[in-house]
């Protein structure tokens, strides 16, 4: 009776321990699932690779701080036109550089998304329908750190760096509406009307995109989509 009795705790101790050891486990396992990242912290501007050389790491978090989605409507037909564009700020101001292809409305009928907010277009600043460029003066985004052309801008001799052939850049759009999405690439030429081609990727929306070098040097924005990008440079239309 005595062996018995001994040979059921036996079995209630290994039940108890194995019971504890299995609860534990899953306990271990619930406690690492519900550690998962958040969607929103997934998709944080901020969420940049550790892989990439710190003064690369910089320039795509420049890239996408500053990067919004442009909505203009036309009054006449009702469609929406979307596009991208930069952040910056000047003079104590705050203003959106895009294409002028997608201003397709007036002031009141064009709004700047970010992080799930819209903001109103105070007035158009400038505009150039030839050279496809606008700048926009907004309301500040709080979620956002803008540009600072004053420092983003290549000076003098820099440019010759940031165009050169091979120079690594980054740019962050919403194309199709989705985004923000960066996309890296190269500089592979520059033609006689004041423009870059870079080897990247892009669709319909990407326009008004700005593009930076790998230093965070801002170089300009996509302006159409062929085989490659094509980027107008910017020191000339507003750089001054």
């Known amino acids: 009776m005595k062996n018995i009795l001994k040979t059921i705790a036996k079995i209630s101790l290994i039940f108890v321990v194995g019971f504890g050891l ?83 409305g007036p002031c009141e009928l064009t709004r700047i998304a970010a992080d799930d907010e819209f903001y109103d277009c105070v007035q158009f600043v400038r505009g150039d329908a030839i050279i496809d460029y606008a700048i926009i003066e907004i309301e500040e985004i709080e979620s956002r750190k803008p540009m600072k052309l004053s420092r983003a801008l290549p000076k003098n001799q820099q440019w010759k760096s940031v165009l050169s052939a091979q120079n690594k ?40 995109s700005g593009v930076f070098s790998y230093d965070g040097k801002y170089v300009g924005c996509i302006l159409c989509l062929l085989m490659c990008l094509f980027i107008r440079i910017t020191e000339s239309s507003y750089g001054k």
Do not use: C
């Not at 701080?65 to 036309?74: E, K």
């Not at 592979?188 to 990407?206: H, Q, R, T």
């Open 169 to 208: 850049i980054f740019y962050t759009g919403f194309p199709n509406g989705l985004g923000p999405l960066t996309f890296s690439g190269q500089v592979i030429g520059y033609n006689d009307f004041d423009s870059l081609y870079v080897n990247s990727y892009a669709w319909g929306g990407s326009s008004g």
């Open 22 to 104: 299995g609860t534990g486990a899953i306990y271990s396992v619930y406690k690492h699932l519900t550690n998962i990242p958040t969607q929103e912290e997934i998709q944080d501007v901020e969420n940049i690779s550790k892989g990439l050389p710190e003064i690369e790491r910089e320039a795509v978090s420049l890239s996408r701080n500053s990067a919004v989605q442009v909505l203009s409507i036309s009054p006449d037909t009702g469609l929406l036109a979307n596009t991208s564009g930069t952040y910056f700020k000047a003079d104590g101001r705050y203003f959106v550089v895009t294409v002028m292809h997608g201003i397709v």
